[in-house]
């Protein structure tokens, strides 16, 4: 399954986002359970393994991460997630998009009155 | 500690991917756990019930577009191109190199289904329309019709309208065909119906558009209103406006107030116009049927309130004793009044199509069950070479698609043929317009019958070769039947011979009861008859109407190849009807009876050839102002002067001074021909003064070759040479028979070729078989006479197996003809249920087709040379 690089530099979904952003803060120990529990974790709320998964498969196919299999000691054989080079780019522009859309927005007014 | 609920763990294992599900379910199961024990069993399931729930629609569409591993996507399977698609599509080629290469068994499956299913769609569309609709009126358990219709005069019913109990409304009626008169076209007659103003009160129905008959309409002096039939609308134009506006009918100007909404029909589906009457108590004539609306009880729970009516009546009227309606009063339900007798002929059409289907089913099982037999070998084979039982049947079904596909296109064809050749060729009128051809029943008996026929054949050989594969291919391999006896194909075979019989025997049984109508002595000779139906126009003078009808004959007797002419007001076998008031000088107990009463012209007798038989004919010294004279049948000098010669007595019609007798002439049919001989008595259109406005004209030819000639000559004659007469319609008198045998005749023909189709299709089915199974054991046959069986023995034993089935097939029809035909006994005439000549009829061909289908097959068979059959293995 080799990685398809996307046409344009269509920006990633959030949810996309935030897995691509989990896979990166697991490091070395990103599989699709513990990338699930990470994504639980910073955003408080239940997520489905199903979705995770789905994603995770959706954005190797894009060539955002790579995956490799590995034969840990406790016999279990895991998928190992990883960032490649253009997921990498896929997240700064994400960002940089973001961030160009923040800039000049006053939200201090309106969350003092709410 | 357990792990996950194992329905929890199926559905993940289904669902995730082939690679990675252990990895997944086994972290899902160590949290589950974990969660278990920290946070108790109920926190954990909620937990697991979440992740499964959550993940299934992600996972589901996952798995559809992209498959298990990622390679084999399972939508392709369905998509073109798909590993599903091209199964199919190759079964469906295979099938359909198959089919064509076996012609015969692919155009017999084929027609048997599509006759089958578009013949019972066709039919069962026109019994519904007639019989399952429910009638244009409304809450018709209400509604009944009084006893002894169309003999109540308007003095009794204007006597009893006011003191009806127990009716919301009565109202009167009596057919009243009229001539319709319009600008540039010529004049034609329309079957109509007078009535009192009740009428659609009594019925419930309100107009399209306009309004219905109001109170005042009937009175002698008002206004004539008329309501036109929606189909005689739309033949005037559609035009909306013509409500209020006037139309001529019988001459007499109506105004239109009203049309009926389509599909109304009331009495006779026929009936075009509905118009009022002035009724009169001065009037004792006029033969109507009361029809009314109870206040509340079904019509069939009135019995009480009908006594007190009869008392009422008896109260105010003398009858004598032969005629006293206060007898017996009753009111039969309007929808057992309208549809009664055309109920048990159209069950008999309905339950031959179910037959048909049955017949169908049984004729496609066997079939298909021949070529499955052929086909043991090849699908063992395709077993022992690992073919799942899932693309057997794949293949089957296909082959079975196949032949559906093309029946469905060929029935198709045939219900919509059919279904108009039915309307056009039945009399449905205002019924018709609201039949449509039921196409969901065609789709359903298309599938039930190929559904049924699959089951028949499929099934059980399907757990043959699969329980007994080894036995399969080693009977295969020594070209032998085995241990199979058949059993299934020969109850097949007794089955469609008993259905068959069924059918052709209640066809045989309806036929003989129409010959024996026909047997019944019409008392007229109808052959080489030409009959012209011609109006008066309604605004001439008795005179002038009686010089019209005088003219004519002169002009059609010198009509090259012409016997006699005659006139009457009224032919014989065109049912009841003018039936005028007798009175017989001295004999007071007869004074308020009717014969049947005939105007004729003074060759009328001749042409139709009454014989006389007492006393003399017209002559041409009886004219306008001789002494009135009348000539009686047979029936009436029976009935009214048993014991004396009534030749030289007097009857007095109530022209004033009565007439003399002359002569006694035959009976003739004045009636229905199964109401056998009426009392009926002829005078001449100058002794009698009222004229009416209708006249049938006789033309007899010499020669009966010579009819069609002069038939065409009379037309041309009428149409030319009279000012006063209106031409309505022309036929052959042979064709009056017809349609006095209507009826019957009509459902016989329809069950005749429903017994024909039955016939070729159980002949088809029973060939089929019989010949299946012989030629499958042609090599034994090959063997036995190798070892010195005579060939004669080889075809004695086949041809024997045949009519042993035969026998036990017809045998179970011929029960089932006896028990149903009871059931439909009305429609025969004079023809026991178990007539021995109908059904022997029956019995006797199917066996001879049983034989025939077991003999050639056999005699080929025999003479095949055993050497030729042992080397073809």
Known sequence: MKARVPADDSPLGTFEEQVMLAVLRKGNEAYATSVRRELEKVTARSIAIGSVYVTLDRLEAKGLIASTREQRDDSISRRLFVVTAEGARSLAATRAMRDRLWEGVELRRLLKNA | ?873
Request: hydrophobic share 45%; proline share 5%; net charge positive.
């Open chain 2, 1 to 873: 500690m357990t792990g996950m609920p194992s329905f929890a763990a199926w559905c993940l294992r289904r669902l995730l991917p082939y690679a990675e599900r252990d990895e997944v379910i086994a972290d899902l199961d160590a949290e589950y756990r974990a969660r278990r024990r920290t946070r108790g069993w109920l926190s954990a399931a909620a937990w697991l019930g979440y992740q499964v729930a959550g993940s299934l629609p992600s996972l589901v569409t996952r798995t559809a577009w992209r498959g298990w591993t990622g390679f084999e996507p399972e939508a392709n399977r369905w998509q073109p191109g798909g590993p599903m698609f091209e199964t199919w599509l190759m079964d469906l080629r295979y099938s359909a190199r198959r089919l064509t290469r076996r012609r015969t068994y692919a155009l017999m499956a084929i027609l048997t289904l599509a006759l089958g299913a578009g013949g019972t769609a066709a039919i069962y569309s026109i019994v519904r329309a007639v019989l399952l609709e429910p009638l244009p009126i409304r809450d018709e358990a209400a509604v009944g019709v009084f006893w002894s219709p169309f003999d109540w005069t308007e003095e009794e019913f204007l006597f009893l309208r006011p003191q009806l109990t127990g009716f919301e409304t009565v109202a009167a009626y009596r057919p009243q065909d009229v001539t319709l008169e319009t600008p540039g076209e010529p004049l034609r007659l329309i079957r109509g119906i007078a009535s009192s103003a009740e009428l659609f009160d009594a019925l419930g129905t309100t107009p399209l558009f306009g309004r219905g008959f109001q109170p005042g309409d009937d009175v002698v002096g008002g206004e004539r209103a008329a309501i036109l039939s929606y189909g005689l609308w739309q033949d005037l134009g559609s035009d909306r406006g013509i409500v209020g506006r006037q139309l001529a009918l019988g001459g007499t100007p109506h105004t239109v107030v009203g049309v009926m909404p389509r599909g109304f029909w009331f009495p006779t589906p026929e009936t075009r116009v509905w118009v009022t009457t002035p009724l009169s108590f001065e009037r004792r004539s006029g033969q109507y049927a009361l029809v009314g609306r109870t206040s509340g009880p079904a019509a069939d729970q009135m019995d009480a309130q009908m006594r007190g009516i009869g008392q009422t009546l008896g109260g105010r009227f003398q009858y004598p004793p032969q005629w006293d309606k206060t007898r017996s009063p009753a009111l039969t339900g309007v929808r057992e009044y309208l549809l009664g007798d055309l109920r048990p002929g159209l069950l008999a059409v309905l339950v031959a199509m179910g037959v048909i289907l049955a017949i169908a089913c049984v004729n496609v099982a066997a079939l298909m069950l021949g070529q499955l037999g052929g086909r043991s070998t090849e699908l063992a084979l395709r077993t022992a070479l690992g073919a799942a039982r899932q693309r057997l049947v794949q293949q089957l079904v296909s082959e079975s698609l196949l032949i559906g596909a093309a029946a469905g296109l060929v029935g198709a064809a045939i219900a919509a043929g059919g279904f108009t050749m039915l309307l056009r060729l039945l009399p449905l009128g205002a019924l018709g317009e609201r039949a449509t051809l039921d196409w969901s029943l065609f789709w359903a008996a298309m599938a039930f019958a190929l559904a049924a026929a699959m089951m028949i054949a499929v099934v059980p050989s399907m757990a043959m070769w699969r329980t007994n594969l080894q036995g399969t291919l080693a009977t295969t391999r020594t070209g032998g039947v085995g241990a199979r006896g058949g059993r299934l194909e020969g109850a097949l075979v007794a089955g469609q011979i008993a259905l068959a019989v069924l059918l052709v025997a209640g066809a045989g049984l309806l036929i003989r009861s129409v010959a024996n109508l026909r047997a019944i002595d019409a008392g007229v000779d109808p052959r080489g008859v030409v009959v012209a139906d011609m109006t008066l126009p309604t605004h001439l003078s008795n005179d002038q109407r009686r010089a019209a009808i005088a003219a004519a004959i002169p002009v059609l007797e010198q009509l090259p190849g012409v016997r006699a002419v005659g006139a009457t007001i009224k032919l014989p076998l065109r049912g009841s009807g003018q039936n005028w008031g007798i009175r017989i000088p001295g004999r007071p107990e007869v004074s308020s009876t009717t014969t049947a009463f005939r105007t004729v012209t003074h060759e009328y007798l001749d042409a139709l050839r009454i014989p006389v038989r007492r006393g003399r004919g017209f002559v041409a010294s009886d004219h306008e102002n001789s002494e009135r004279v009348v000539v009686i049948n047979e029936a009436l000098a029976a009935k009214y002067f048993p014991d004396e010669d009534p030749i030289g007595r007097r009857i007095d019609t109530g022209f004033d001074g009565g007439e003399r007798i002359i002569g006694v002439v035959g009976n003739a049919a004045e009636a229905q021909l199964t109401d056998g001989a009426v009392p009926a008595r002829y005078m001449l259109y100058e002794h009698v003064p009222p004229v009416w406005h209708e006249v049938t004209f006789v033309v007899a030819a010499e020669r009966a070759e010579d009819l069609p000639r002069l038939l065409d000559l009379t037309r041309t004659v009428l149409q030319q040479n009279t000012r006063n007469l209106a031409l309505q319609r022309m036929m052959t008198l042979d064709s009056v028979f017809d349609l006095a045998v209507g009826a019957p005749q009509r459902v016989a023909t329809l069950l005749s070729v429903l017994a024909g189709l039955a016939l070729v299709l159980g002949a088809v089915g029973v060939y089929g078989v019989i010949s299946h199974f012989v030629s499958r054991r042609t090599r034994d046959y090959g063997i036995c006479m190798a070892l010195g069986l005579a060939p004669r023995r080889v075809v004695s034993e086949v041809v024997a197996r045949g009519l042993v089935l035969g026998v036990i097939g017809s045998a179970l029809g011929l029960i089932a003809v006896v028990f149903g035909a009871n059931r439909f006994s009305t429609l025969l005439h004079e023809v026991q249920p178990a007539d021995t000549q109908a059904l022997l009829g029956a019995v006797l061909i199917l066996l001879t087709i049983a034989v025939t289908a077991s003999f050639i097959p056999a005699w080929r068979a025999s003479r095949t040379d055993p050497s030729t059959v042992l080397r073809q293995q």
